[in-house]
């Protein structure tokens, strides 16, 4: 049975139709992630599920319990990562574990909470002393103090250096290791091919693919991106480009001066008929380089939009 289940979900605000219909079920232990443009209707969507937003219609369940009959013993239940602006700046990091800690008739001890967001050693410094990755890790503590089954994460590495990125990552990695269910939003493409089990992509309050990051680059295209460059120049890349069009497993080229590249169902096949042209032409081959299809290349092609700040 599904941790959560949303069904028919629809939102509006006055005249702008922020979700429209949204369905989807979360199994348990899941990363679950949900990507789309600004005003796609993913933070409205996810509100609605936190319980913050009460929907115009739709259902939502997490399991047998319902926002409408069992409020009290959902919001027990669940975790919520606060935005940095939650925190108070002038407790100390273990005075604000302990401080969300009482809000629960049951929660986990302060010093587990700051250890498994690595802030032991941090636990008596200032909130407002924390450093913006610091903060984060903070405001993913605090959502885990009640030890929720299912925890929601909006954006959680916005904004941050690549290296306090990656320290949330293991901690929302942890979080899977310990059975916790995650549902996330996020802007970086990388971060969710890397995390997710599932990616739901949203666009104008409606799920326009949903499937794991694998399939839905797959589903794209079995294509991949071929580059390289002559060390000969215009004339090799042209003689080469004439030839290798003609492989049965090249789709389409494309050329631009001493520049080649070309689209193959198996690279492998045309990378052997490739080397073995241009060895026996005598072309020297300056630098060559395969593509891999990313989440992003998925999300630009059901969207037909780059990510907007």
Known sequence: MPVLEVTKLRKSFGAVKAVEDISFSVEAGEIFTIIGPNGAG????????EGLQTPDSGD???GALSWSKNSQQIK??????????????LLTVRETVELFSTF??????????????????????????????????LAIGLAMVNDPA????????????????????????KLKEMGKTTILTTHYMEEAEKLSDRVCIVDQGKIV??????????????????????TDGEEAAAETDKAIRLHASVARTSREGASLQLWSTHPEE?????????????????????????????????????WRD
């Open 150 to 173: 299912v925890i929601f994460l909006d954006e959680p590495t916005t904004g941050l250096d690549p290296q306090a990125r990656r320290n949330i990552w293991d901690i929302i990695l």
């Open 270 to 306: 045309t990378l052997y008929e490739l080397f073995g042209f241009t060895k026996n032409r005598g072309h020297r081959v300056e630098q060559i380089s395969i593509r891999e299809m990313s989440l992003e290349d998925v999300f630009i092609a059901y969207t037909g939009k780059e």
């Open 104 to 137: 629960y008739p049951k929660s986990r001890p302060a010093m587990e909470v700051l250890e498994m967001i690595n802030l032991a050693d941090l636990g008596n410094r200032h909130v407002k002393k924390l450093s913006g990755g610091q903060q984060q890790r």
């Open 209 to 230: 693919t949903l499937d794991t990051p694998a399939a839905l680059i797959e589903r794209l295209t079995k294509e991949r991106e071929i580059r390289l460059s002559f």
């Open 60 to 62: 939502i369940r997490f």
């Open 42 to 49: 993913k933070t409205t969507t996810l509100e609605m599920i």
């Open 76 to 89: 027990m239940e669940i975790g919520v990562q606060p935005q940095s602006g939650a925190l108070f700046e």
